[in-house]
């Protein structure tokens, strides 16, 4: 008679460990998804660009990039940036490599057809007229 209330006292503590140890791991696994979402959350995506002009030939847009935020990833094709306000840019490539560079307000840079991203690294919202090829 004593094995018995025994098995069962074993039992029942067996499955209040099961319990206590299935909330646990649920309990990791939340903050693990909480914990991915903050990260996916502190990546801002900049909003897409004005469209100023389009046609057969050519599309010309303003964007503007605040601190913080970086633009998607996509092919673009040969552009012409017209940095209306000054600031500081991180451009990635999808090959992990990046580049940093500064643009004074008014000056004009010429970027190549290619994949890339441009993150504002700087402290004041960036204003830029990009004329592109099509």
Known sequence: ??????????????AVMLAFADHAVMAQEKA??????????????????????????????ETRIK???KNEMKMRNDRVN?????????????DGKTEDFDQKAGSVRFNKAGISST????KTESDTVI????
């Open 131 to 134: 004329v592109q090829m099509k």
């Open 32 to 61: 693990k998804a909480e914990k991915a979402k903050t990260a996916s959350a502190q990546e801002k995506i900049a909003q897409p660009g004005n469209v100023l002009f389009e046609n057969e030939r050519m599309k010309v847009t």
């Open 67 to 69: 601190p913080g935020e």
């Open 82 to 94: 017209v940095h209306i306000k000054a600031a500081k840019f991180r451009v990635h490539y999808p």
């Open 1 to 14: 008679m004593k094995t018995v209330p025994h098995l069962f006292m074993s039992v029942l503590v067996a």
């Open 119 to 122: 993150e504002n690294i700087g």
